[in-house]
């Protein structure tokens, strides 16, 4: 069944420097249960797809398209309809779980105010559900814990803390950006344990999004790879890692080959001076002329004049 479904979705940012074209066309679909990964290089517009599906993207963004969520078009629903939507369908987890969390609160009220903003409740209530989702994402001696304040909690911690938050409406839909960028190696691999037993317990769809091949490659079936604004291949992610079709998913997995992360030659193109043709080609190292004017569509999942010859 199908849960999301986003639709030529095109985000331009007014800026002082001109129109900047961050997303072109962003086509996703994510089937109830099925765990989707965005991968690709820092400025692509990963962050901007999930800010656009919470529909909180700063005020100088125009958008057009659709996001459809349970029959729904998100774009089109009042702030207090959405307000309903965030937090409650679809949660999301951040890659600093600090900025989520309000310094002056300790980390139970906080949870336990998840769980208010859920259900109806009296204040021991909550207490006790935000105990019991303590549990759940693993803080150990969670009624010790629920005192305390988020400057006393490890980053790890945190992250549960934050996950505890996410899950006090047990979302249909989670959105993770970077969940494991800033903890250390061990507590990624907890981590990625976390978000897997949460999946599967509760049905969840996960939007993950990571830089990190191989955090996606344990947590998730479908892999969306972008690369400027668009989405250059897409498909199931052991055959996209297997078998990447466009050189950039073949540069991209290159560049992690032996676990050591080589840079791929080039930058990303200025958002505000996309290349003509296809956007890798000023990098790619098998660009032929058609690349430099002719526009490829995604066809069967790849966005790529040559790739049957690369
Ligand atoms: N408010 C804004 N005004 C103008 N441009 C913006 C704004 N917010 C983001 N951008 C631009 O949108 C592009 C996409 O940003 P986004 O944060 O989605 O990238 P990302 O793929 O998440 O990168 P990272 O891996 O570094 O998190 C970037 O080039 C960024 O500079
Ligand atoms: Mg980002």
């Known amino acids: 069944m199908e849960l999301l479904n986003i ?13 900047v074209q961050v997303l072109s066309g962003f086509c ?4 109830k249960g099925n765990s989707i990964c965005l991968v ?34 998100l774009l089109t629903l009042g702030k207090e309809e959405m307000r309903r939507i965030r937090g409650h369908e679809i949660s999301m987890i951040f890659e600093q779980p600090s900025s989520c969390l309000n310094p002056v609160f300790t980390v139970g009220d906080q949870i336990a105010e998840a769980v208010r903003a859920n259900e109806e409740c009296e204040k021991k209530e909550a ?18 814990r629920f005192g305390q304040y988020p400057h006393e909690f490890s980053g790890g911690m945190l992250q549960r803390a934050m996950i505890s938050i996410a ?26 344990e976390l978000i897997k037993d949460l999946i599967a317990k509760f049905d969840m769809s996960l939007l993950l999004i990571t830089h990190d091949l191989g955090v996606a490659a344990e947590l998730c079936r479908d892999v ?19 078998h990447p079709r466009h050189p950039y998913t073949q540069a991209l997995l290159k560049a992690i080959s032996d676990g050591e992360l080589r840079p791929i030659r080039g930058t990303v193109p200025e958002l505000t001076h996309l290349p003509e ?34």
């Open 7 to 19: 639709n030529e979705l095109h985000i331009n940012f007014s800026t002082n420097g001109g129109q």
């Open 28 to 31: 996703l679909d994510i089937q």
């Open 40 to 73: 690709g290089e820092s400025g692509c517009g990963k962050t901007i797809v999930a800010l656009s599906i919470m529909r909180l993207l700063p005020e100088n963004a125009q958008i057009s398209g659709k996001i459809r969520f349970k029959d729904r078009d």
């Open 127 to 144: 207490r006790e559900s935000a105990i019991a989702l303590m549990k759940l994402t693993g803080i150990p001696s969670p009624e010790k």
């Open 167 to 192: 899950m006090a409406s047990k979302p249909a839909l989670l959105i993770a950006d970077e969940p494991t960028t800033s903890l250390d190696v061990s507590v990624q691999a907890q981590m990625i």
């Open 224 to 242: 969306v790879v972008m690369y400027a604004g668009e989405i250059v291949e897409n498909g199931g992610l052991n055959e996209v890692f297997d």
């Open 277 to 310: 043709g296809c956007r890798f080609h000023p990098r790619c190292p098998y660009a032929k002329e058609q690349c430099c004017y002719l526009k490829p569509d995604l066809i069967n999942g790849v966005r790529c004049h040559l790739w049957k010859k690369c």
